[in-house]
Every structure is written in C-alpha cells, then in structure tokens.
C-alpha cells in the first residue's frame, strides 16, 4: 500500500497546453497511482498515491516542465486509500 497521498490543484493557463501528458507521464515512471484531470473552472487536478519521495520528485518535475503554466499551486497531503491502479487521465463524465 503507498505511503502518502497528494491532492493537488495547479491553477493558470494549464489546459491545452499538455499538462495532463507531463503528469501522467511523470508518474507513471515514478510508479504512483491515481489520476489527472482538467477542471471545468480551468484548474488541473492530480491525485497521485505513492512513496513520499516519488510524490515530491512528481511535484518538482511538474513545477520545472510546466512552470510558466502555473500560476497557483494547491497541495494537501492526505492519507492513501490505495483504492488506485496505475495512472492516467481521468476524463469529464
């Protein structure tokens, strides 16, 4: 089971401009679970379960591809579920 959860929200210009890639990307090779999704107010939100250190190297590697992007950044670190499998984008219903 993962050892800590974040909850983030990035605020700025980060849709369309392949934020959610970066970030499923970077997780997936850093092997955490959750998920990436646009917001409809424009944020991005990524919850993401894994070893803390994985969970910071995902936060700075998203902070150094995609900071002219980012205008606000929002974490909360939370208890894992560990109700994840894999990672991905998770799409609007």
């Known amino acids: 089971m993962a050892s800590k959860r974040i ?3 990035y605020s700025g210009r980060v849709q369309g401009v392949g934020f959610r890639f970066t970030a499923e990307v970077a997780a997936r090779r850093l092997k955490l679970n959750g998920w990436v999704s646009n917001l409809t107010d424009g944020r991005v939100e990524v919850v993401a379960e894994g070893e803390e250190a994985a969970l910071k190297e995902l936060l700075a590697g998203i902070t150094e591809k995609m900071s ?3 205008s606000d950044t929002e974490i ?3 208890v894992p579920t560990g109700g994840f499998r894999g990672f991905g984008i998770k799409f609007s219903e």
Do not use: L, Q, T
Request: no cysteine.
């Open 76 to 78: 909360s670190w939370e």
């Open 68 to 70: 002219h992007y980012i």
């Open 7 to 9: 909850h983030v929200y």
